[in-house]
């Protein structure tokens, strides 16, 4: 089969620029990012939830390793049947979508918190989050 060695024409690329607004912004994830991330926790989240894995369980699961664990599957927590049937892997912008406004992405989730509005304070607690294993 004869090798192609033809380079795409801009107008075969174009309609893929139109999609680069839509796609997702990686979280910038600097060290300073992650410490503000760390401090957020503390301050908003580790009354119910822990971050690292030899913590005890708290009225919240732990969250270390929770960047790529599928939601509702940590082993030993009661989660609703909400949350289980979400089904898939927590990723940092499904996260960050979560903090904002828990029952509006997970209709029935136990979660008692009204949601966080800043969305950098959000990224950063989605970067230590990352960073918790």
């Known amino acids: 089969m004869p090798h192609n060695n033809k380079k795409p024409s801009f107008l075969?690329?174009?309609?893929?620029?139109?999609?680069?607004?839509?796609l997702p912004a990686r979280a910038?994830?600097?060290?300073?990012?992650?410490?503000?991330?760390?401090?957020?926790?503390?301050?908003?989240?580790?009354?119910?939830?822990?971050?690292?894995?030899?913590?005890?369980?708290?009225?919240?699961?732990?969250l270390a390793g929770v960047i790529g664990r599928n939601a509702g599957s940590?082993?030993?927590?009661?989660?609703?049947?909400?949350?289980?049937?979400r089904a898939r892997a927590w990723e940092q912008d499904g996260l960050q979508a979560f903090?904002?406004?828990p029952q509006a992405e997970v209709p029935g989730t136990y979660m008692p918190y009204a949601g966080m509005?800043?969305?950098?304070?959000?990224?950063a607690i989605a970067c230590f989050l990352a960073q918790q294993r």
Not at 12 to 22: G, H, N, Q, T
Not at 74 to 85: D, I, V
Not at 117 to 123: L, V, W
């Open 74 to 85: 940590q082993p030993g927590f009661a989660y609703s049947q909400a949350m289980k049937a």
């Open 28 to 62: 910038d994830c600097g060290q300073a990012k992650v410490e503000r991330g760390a401090s957020a926790f503390a301050a908003e989240c580790s009354v119910c939830h822990a971050a690292r894995q030899d913590a005890a369980p708290g009225m919240g699961p732990n």
């Open 117 to 123: 509005a800043d969305a950098d304070q959000r990224q």
């Open 99 to 101: 903090i904002a406004q």
């Open 12 to 22: 075969a690329v174009l309609p893929l620029l139109f999609l680069l607004p839509v």
